[in-house]
Nanobody, 124 residues
Framework: QVQLVEFGGGLVQAGGSLRLSCAAS????????IGWFRQAPGKEREWVAS????????YYADSVKGRFTISKDNAKNTVYLQMNSLKPADTAVYYC?????????????????WGQGTQVTVSS
């Protein structure tokens, strides 16, 4: 069992930065790949980025590549999403999720546990 809690959302101007944190409980956290997803009002939840269980491999959606960085600290049971050069289109509720597949899938059905989400709002 893994429980996930997201931190770090807020309001930022376009071009600004935020760092989201995903804190996990559970002794087997290091075995899970972690993904970040987001959901804007009226839209489906979409994959943003993911990282393998070891933290050695990362994957990004084209819309955030070069602006967002995902990292994993197994010692702290925490995954981070550094978001730079934010755009109004990045406004959404951001969720982290844990996948027992271990490799960092982009598909929601591969994720076993989800956090409650944190709101990110980017003003123009």
């Amino acid at each position: 069992q893994v429980q996930l809690v997201e931190f770090g959302g807020g309001l930022v101007q376009a071009g600004g930065s935020l760092r989201l944190s995903c804190a996990a409980s559970g002794r087997t956290f290091s075995r899970y790949a972690i993904g970040w997803f987001r959901q804007a009002p009226g839209k489906e939840r979409e994959w943003v980025a993911s990282i393998s269980w070891s933290g050695g491999t990362t994957y990004y959606a084209d819309s955030v590549k070069g602006r967002f960085t995902i990292s994993k600290d197994n010692a702290k049971n925490t995954v981070y999403l550094q978001m730079n050069s934010l755009k109004p289109a990045d406004t959404a509720v951001y969720y982290c999720a844990a996948s027992s597949t271990g490799w960092g899938s982009r598909w929601r059905h591969d994720y076993d546990y989800w956090g409650q989400g944190t709101q990110v709002t980017v003003s123009s």
